[in-house]
C-alpha cells in the first residue's frame, strides 16, 4: 500500500497536483491540515478509488474534519493531527503518542519536514507543499509505503 502524506497546502493545489502526478498510483491520501477550503477539490483530485484523510489544521476555518484521527496501518496505529496542539519537544510528542496507544504520530503545522524516533513512536511531518520554511525553500511531502508483513517505510521527497 502506497500513501502520500502532506500538510499544509493553505489554499494553493499547484504542487499537491504535481506530488500526485510524480507518486501515481497511490492507495491513501493523508492530509494534515490547513486545507483552507480545498477539501472537495482534493477529494476529487485523489479519485474514488482513493482513500482520503484529513484533519483541520489552525487555519481551517469552518472545516467540518476532525482535529485528530487514530487508525490502523498494517502493525501500525497512526495518530494524525495538524500540530498546533502538540508539545515543542520530540520527547513530548512521543509520550503523547503512546498515551493514545500510536506507535505513529503525524503532524504538519511547522512548514519544515521532520522524520525521527524517539521511545518507540515514529514522528513524521512532511514539511509544507505551499509555503516550505526550511533553508532550501523546497516544498516537500512523504510517501508511506505498507509491505506485506505490515511494516512502514517513510520517504521524504521533494518537488
Excluded at 514522528?123 to 509555503?131: F, T, V
Amino acid at each position: 500500500m502506497k500513501i502520500l502524506v502532506v500538510s499544509d497546502t493553505h489554499g494553493d493545489l499547484f504542487n499537491l497536483r504535481e506530488a500526485m502526478r510524480i507518486e501515481a498510483p497511490f492507495d491513501m491520501l493523508i492530509h494534515l491540515g490547513d486545507i483552507c477550503h480545498d477539501e472537495e477539490e482534493i477529494r476529487e483530485l485523489a479519485g474514488p478509488a482513493c482513500t482520503v484523510a484529513m484533519v483541520r489544521g489552525n487555519c481551517d476555518y469552518f472545516c467540518r474534519e476532525p482535529d485528530t484521527r487514530d487508525f490502523t496501518l498494517g502493525n501500525h496505529k497512526v495518530h494524525m493531527e495538524h500540530g498546533h496542539f502538540l508539545p515543542a519537544s520530540t520527547a513530548s510528542i512521543s509520550y503523547r503518542a503512546q498515551e493514545l496507544g500510536a506507535d505513529i504520530m503525524l503532524s504538519g503545522h511547522t512548514h519544515k519536514p521532520f522524520l525521527t524516533e524517539c521511545g518507540g513512536v515514529t514522528i513524521a511531518n512532511p514539511g509544507s507543499l505551499s509555503k516550505p520554511r526550511q533553508s532550501d525553500g523546497r516544498p516537500s511531502y512523504m510517501v508511506m509505503e505498507v509491505d506485506r508483513d505490515g511494516e512502514i517505510k517513510f520517504m521524504l521527497r521533494f518537488i
